[in-house]
């Protein structure tokens, strides 16, 4: 299996149930696809915070089908709990990073929840930010 996460950043979600972003992260590994995730608590008007999860996928494909979104909702539902599945699933190219490995999930509820960014300066890879943003603007276009 595949985690990654920090036990002290909690989840609530509508039934109130308090959740880690470590416990939620995406269980995987079944699936050659997916390789890297980093799971976030996002805002949300209708519940208070959902389950926003960004997935890379290896190889040059940047985006994922219908089939793998209910795919790893069902594995989180089985795995976890019906409460856990993720409400958004973001394919990511790359997650931003520090030069030392460690996920930025700070930047990413930056991101999506369409703040302004806190300090970059520590990414491995600063161009990934402008990428996900991208990504976002382009999903909110959508209606998503």
Not at 92 to 95: E, F, Q
Not at 104 to 110: A, I, P, S, T, V
């Given at each position: 299996?595949?985690?990654?996460?920090?036990?002290?950043?909690?989840?609530?979600?509508?039934?109130?149930?308090?959740i880690s972003s470590t416990s939620s992260s995406l269980p995987s590994s079944s699936s050659p696809s997916?390789?890297?995730?980093?799971?976030?608590?996002?805002q949300d008007e209708d519940t208070g915070q959902a389950i926003t999860?960004?997935?890379?996928?290896?190889?040059?494909?940047?985006?994922?089908?219908?089939?793998?979104?209910?795919?790893?909702?069902?594995?989180?539902?089985?795995?976890?709990g019906k409460f856990a599945r993720p409400k958004r699933i973001i394919w990511?190219?790359?997650?931003p990073k520090t030069r030392s490995g460690k996920?930025?999930?700070?930047?990413?509820?930056?991101i999506?929840?369409?703040?302004?960014?806190?300090?970059?300066?520590?990414l491995r890879d600063p161009d990934v930010m402008s990428k996900l943003e991208d990504k976002i603007k382009e999903r909110e276009a959508?209606?998503?």
């Open positions: 299996m595949i985690r990654f996460g920090r036990a002290n950043l909690p989840i609530r979600d509508a039934t109130r149930s308090r997916r390789v890297t995730n980093a799971v976030i608590g996002q999860a960004f997935v890379t996928l290896e190889g040059d494909d940047d985006e994922g089908t219908d089939e793998l979104i209910d795919e790893i909702r069902e594995r989180v539902a089985t795995r976890i990511a190219g790359d997650l996920i930025m999930r700070r930047l990413l509820r930056d999506a929840e369409g703040r302004e960014l806190g300090d970059v300066t520590t959508e209606g998503e």
